[in-house]
């Protein structure tokens, strides 16, 4: 944790993992199960758990991966009601008491999700069978497609001549930093409270899925169709979506700055292929768009969505010169006014 904000600000600008993919066996070897001893023994011996202690943070590691506060909540879960956070909290820690150890734990969830099947039914005859060990200790029982609290950071869950099926799963205050879901079937699936950092969601069919209060920060979902899907209150910084099918989709009080819709560009054969992004009839509200790209050469992208995203930036560049003409001086009211800037400001506007 930093003790300053200065602190924070510059870990975040000098750490290796903001500006290249996380190394996976870097972040494997990272997270050998960093709370999940603790928190079986408190339960298994009735040990209150305190509030406080349901809570923990990530760190950002000097070799470009991070830590992760599974099965402890991250901060954003402090919104919640304390009843709530307890119920939250027994989802993520359920999974702990299933499994002898990480290792055990990582081969048996990869092994099930590849050998899934289309109706879900070996996935849930396995939820009902690990049922008897959660019922031992009054914990939350698996209900049908259920895999709330998971964690799946960092495994690779895919497979080269098709994907897997996870349809209406719900995925609900799980862990899928850097996942690799690449070519999966999770239509109608549910995604609320998830983080989701530098994921890999390319190729899949995420058809009719929610995400609600996600981090989707620097993933992927190029060539994925997401349409007919919500996003709402998530932060999508720094994705890609090349060649993605976002038509009919809404996007809703979400941060989409320096994401890429560009198109996607692939070669078969000896030969160039272009997979258009598809923005037709993309509803987006309340969102940060700084720095978005769009490709010049797609006549799938509304002009409406275009217009907005040059809007928005035209109008921010303008703010930002105004912001940082004004400085608090002792003088005029405390206001200072640097009038060079004030001048590049007006003309701005002018030219807009």
């Not at 055990?104 to 008897?132: A, G, K, P, V």
């Not at 709330?148 to 995925?171: A, P, Q």
């Not at 899907?229 to 809404?250: Q, V």
Request: with cysteine; glycine share 4%.
């Amino acid at each position: 944790m930093f003790t300053t904000k200065e602190d924070a600000i510059e870990a975040w600008n000098t750490w290796k993992g903001r500006y290249q993919d996380i190394d996976r066996q870097l972040l494997l070897k990272n997270n050998l199960c960093n709370y999940c001893r603790e928190v079986v023994s408190k339960i298994k011996n009735h040990v209150v758990i305190e509030n406080n202690d349901k809570f923990g943070g990530s760190l950002l590691l000097p070799d470009g991966s991070f830590s992760i506060c599974w099965p402890k909540l991250p901060p954003k879960f402090s919104v919640f009601i304390p009843k709530d956070i307890d119920e939250i909290f027994l989802l993520r820690a359920r999974w702990c008491f299933i499994f002898e150890n990480v290792l055990d734990y990582r081969q048996q969830i990869t092994d099930l999700i590849l050998s899934n099947d289309r109706e879900n039914h070996i996935l849930n005859n396995r939820l009902q069978d690990w049922n008897n060990t959660l019922s031992q200790y009054q914990l939350p029982l698996f209900e049908e497609n259920d895999l709330r609290g998971c964690n799946l950071s960092g495994l690779i869950l895919c497979k080269k001549d098709h994907g897997t099926f996870l349809r209406y799963i719900d995925f609900s205050y799980s862990e899928l930093s850097v996942v690799d879901l690449n070519g999966a079937n999770i239509y109608g699936s549910s995604f609320k409270y998830v983080d989701a950092y530098n994921a890999n969601f390319s190729n899949t069919i995420l058809n009719k899925s929610l995400f609600d209060h996600c981090l989707l920060s620097s993933s992927y979902f190029n060539a994925s169709d997401l349409h007919n899907s919500k996003f709402s209150e998530s932060i999508l910084y720094k994705s890609c979506l090349h060649g993605a099918i976002l038509s009919n989709c809404e996007m809703t009080n979400c941060n989409l700055s320096d994401s890429s819709f560009l198109n996607l560009k692939t070669v078969e054969n000896g030969y160039e292929k272009i997979k258009y992004t598809d923005l037709n009839e993309l509803f987006v509200r309340d969102c940060k768009l700084d720095k978005v790209i769009l490709p010049s050469d797609n006549n799938m992208i509304s002009n409406k969505f275009t217009q907005l995203v040059v809007k928005y930036n035209q109008e921010n560049n303008c703010a930002n010169i105004l912001y940082k003409a004004l400085e608090l001086k002792p003088n005029f009211f405390g206001i200072g006014l640097d009038i060079k800037l004030f001048i590049q400001w007006i003309l701005k506007l002018f030219r807009n």
